[in-house]
């Protein structure tokens, strides 16, 4: 499900001074582009004393030289000067969630539980990103919340977001990663304090047990067909390491990174065949397994709440 980013909408103090920067940018590259039109308008129709007085020396030296000079130190000045906005809080004590970039999904580790894909967020408190890179070159951007960020493989990184107001914020790799890069999303979930101590307090609890046979049925499966030797799911045997963390899969909206809405039918789907949502995506499916046993894997993996 691709959502396409309000980059000129900031909703947090650190994408505020990167969205006026861009509004200057765009004005700017407005107005320099119609001030060159109309100089070749007049280059084409205009008198020949007109054209004389463009092409005098003095005109070439303001116009070619001064102004390109004027322009870039009003550009250097705006960017040094929300540089310097942005490193203002490195200093401050905040929520810490350290997030790696795999292909083609996110980890994340805060502290105390582990969670992938949906960055949840106590809106109105500045939360410390760690950056970190497992195979190639990414990039995390939350155009509403933050500039964006590059993630290196062996260089940590870090960045800082704040939301002003709860709401859900669409998030990218914007660095291209291999196939499935335009399909690495996820979303930043910003609750208000109270509502996010809740959810922290929930996702530090290990997994729920299955609540009917069809889920008993769904957990039994899931450990023989192996699930376990690539992912975690916190109080059980899976203990794996490789894929996305599922102790609480059932609580996040979405699925495969952003793509698709987290329901039992895509749960299914997914687990089936995850390449035909996301073309060179890692993970193998399992088309041999009945409709019976898709229904009871995806009951299962529903109840981990």
């Known amino acids: 499900m691709l959502e396409l980013p309000p980059i000129l909408d900031p909703a947090g103090p650190q994408a505020a001074p990167v969205t006026a920067l861009s509004w200057i940018l765009f ?45 870039l130190l009003v550009l250097l000045i705006a960017g040094l000067g929300m540089t310097a906005s942005l490193a203002s809080r490195s200093g401050e004590e905040m ?97 208000p304090p109270d509502e996010y101590a809740l959810w922290a307090a929930a996702q530090a609890r290990p997994a729920a047990l299955p609540a009917d046979d069809l889920s008993q049925r769904g957990q039994r499966l899931f450990d023989r067909i192996g699930c376990g030797s690539c992912h975690n799911v916190a109080g059980t045997r899976a203990a794996g390491r490789t894929g996305p963390d599922l102790t609480h899969i059932g609580s996040r ?28 995506v890692l993970m193998p499916g399992y088309t041999y397994l009945s409709a019976g046993e898709l229904q009871a894997l995806a009951a299962y993996m529903d109840g981990l709440e």
């Open 253 to 280: 909206t979405m699925l495969g990174a952003g793509i698709l809405p987290n329901n039992r039918g895509t749960l299914a789907g997914w687990t089936a065949d995850p390449a035909a949502s996301k073309p060179g």
């Open 95 to 191: 929520l810490t969630v350290r997030v790696t970039g795999l292909r083609w999904w996110w980890r994340l580790e805060y502290p105390g539980f582990e969670a992938a894909n949906e960055l949840v967020i106590p809106a109105g408190q500045p939360v410390r990103i760690e950056l970190r890179s497992a195979d190639v070159l990414h990039s995390f951007w939350v155009p509403q919340l933050a500039g964006k960020r590059d993630m290196i493989p062996g260089k940590d990184n870090s960045l800082i977001i704040e939301a002003d107001r709860p709401g859900v914020y669409a998030g990218y790799c914007t660095e291209f990663c291999g196939a499935g890069h335009a399909l690495m999303q996820f979303r930043t979930i910003a609750l």
């Open 27 to 71: 004005v700017g590259g407005a107005v320099i582009t119609l001030l060159i039109v109309g100089l070749m308008i007049v280059a084409v129709v205009g008198t020949d004393r007109l054209k004389a007085a463009l092409a005098g020396e003095r005109m070439i030296l303001i116009g070619g030289l001064g102004f390109t000079i004027v322009s």
